[in-house]
């Protein structure tokens, strides 16, 4: 009886074995690691949706005082308006004036601060789809993982229990 084909089938029993383990470590490393990557993508992500929330929030508050500051400016020149064509109110024309002047200040600075804050919010949208489309890549790293370590256990696990049976079948004829 020849049995050189059950020779090899039995001498591979070590490459059986490491694909065995190997499908056991992808498996180990597929549970912990993308799991990882994506809790900490979740935090990030959680991050930048509460610092949006909260620069939106600010955003509202500061339009809502850019708002009355201009209604502040056209109130005051109406009134500026209605004094000049009284005629001699000098010191109150001056007055409204320097008013108007110092909200036109204030204003300035709050619709940049808007821009900033609109342009950080932007940012901060991208920002959360590129995290959004990491954590899925991980989740799909981690599935493919798990398919190819599974193939790899169960495959080498098959292979190297037969090899471990003609073996043992190869000792038995040896005796």
């Keep these: 009886m020849d049995l050189t084909p ?4 039995s001498s591979s029993d ?8 190997s499908g056991i470590i992808i498996c180990l490393i597929a549970l912990f690691y993308p799991t990882h990557m994506q809790n900490q993508l979740e935090l990030d992500k959680l991050k930048f949706e509460q610092d949006s929330l909260l ?3 600010e955003a509202k508050l500061t339009t809502k005082e850019i708002y009355h500051l201009s209604a502040d400016i056209d109130s005051s020149k109406l009134e500026f308006k209605s004094l000049r064509k009284k005629g001699n109110h000098e010191a109150d024309i001056i007055n409204i004036k320097n008013k108007i002047e110092k909200k036109y200040e204030l204003l300035s600075p709050k619709k940049k601060i808007i821009l900033t804050k609109s342009t950080i919010q932007s940012y901060n949208r991208k920002k959360i789809q590129l995290i959004q489309s990491q954590i899925n890549k991980y989740r799909s790293y981690k599935t493919w993982m798990l398919i190819i370590s599974f193939i790899f256990i169960i495959g080498g696990g098959l292979f190297w229990a037969k090899s471990q049976f ?4 190869i ?5």
């Design 6 to 9: 059950l020779n090899t089938i």
């Design 14 to 21: 070590n490459f059986f074995k490491f694909i065995t383990l």
């Design 55 to 57: 620069l939106n929030l």
């Design 166 to 169: 003609v073996s043992e079948k």
């Design 171 to 175: 000792k038995k004829k040896q005796l």
